[in-house]
Structure formats: structure tokens, C-alpha cells
């Protein structure tokens, strides 16, 4: 079952918990797909909310519910090339020159699996 991650963002917020950044890597067993955490304080315990996505995937954006969570987002699709919802493609670039196609982080951690996998 997909994780509704709206509905998620607004169960956290209705707990009175505080968004703190967004967390993304790739998948380190596997290579093939991204972690994402998007990580809050309730209460002084640090929870996540934690889900894997394909290399092109479109992901619910959860800015409706947590505006701070957009700088965050924009570089999660900069840097890995996971796309959010509700983002206009004149938002989209944070850090990267217009134009670049590659995903610098993903690449860089592309190639410590391949490297950790074949020696």
C-alpha cells in the first residue's frame, strides 16, 4: 500500500509535532532507490516519517501542511532527481545551474554502491 504522505504530514501536525528538515540517500543495500525521511520533534522525541522511492518518482509534497518543508524538498529533486508535487518548474532549481540533467549526490553515491559491491 502507498503511503499517503499528506495524510501522514497532517496526523504529525495534529500531534502538535515541528517539522525539522528533510533527509534523502540512496538506498545502501540496493542502489536502486532513495530514502527520504522527513524528520519532526514531538515533544522532544525525534520522529520520521520514512519512504523509498524510485529514481523518478513523483512524491506528495507535504508544504500544504509544513511550508518550511519546501526548501528541503526543492533539494531533495535537485539533488537526486525525486520530483514533489505542487512545485512549478521555474521552483524547482535551488543550488544547480538551469539546465544540469544530472543529479549530483545520487550520482556520487551511485558509485560508492558500485565500488563497495565489485571492490
Do not use: C
Request: charged share 35%.
Amino acid at each position: 500500500m502507498r503511503l499517503n504522505l499528506l495524510e501522514k504530514a497532517k496526523e504529525m501536525k495534529d500531534l502538535g509535532a515541528r517539522y525539522i528538515t528533510t533527509v534523502a540517500y540512496l538506498n545502501p543495500e540496493t542502489g536502486e532507490r532513495i530514502i527520504v525521511k522527513h524528520l519532526f520533534d514531538l515533544n522532544g522525541k525525534i520522529e520520521d516519517i520514512t519512504y523509498e522511492a524510485g529514481f523518478s518518482e513523483v512524491l506528495e509534497s507535504i508544504k500544504e501542511v509544513y511550508p518550511a518543508v519546501e526548501w528541503s524538498e526543492r533539494e531533495v529533486m535537485e539533488l537526486y532527481g525525486i520530483e514533489f508535487t505542487d512545485y512549478p518548474e521555474e521552483e524547482k532549481k535551488l543550488l544547480l545551474a538551469s539546465g544540469m540533467k544530472k543529479f549530483p549526490l545520487l550520482e556520487v553515491e551511485k558509485q560508492k554502491v558500485l565500488k563497495k559491491k565489485h571492490g
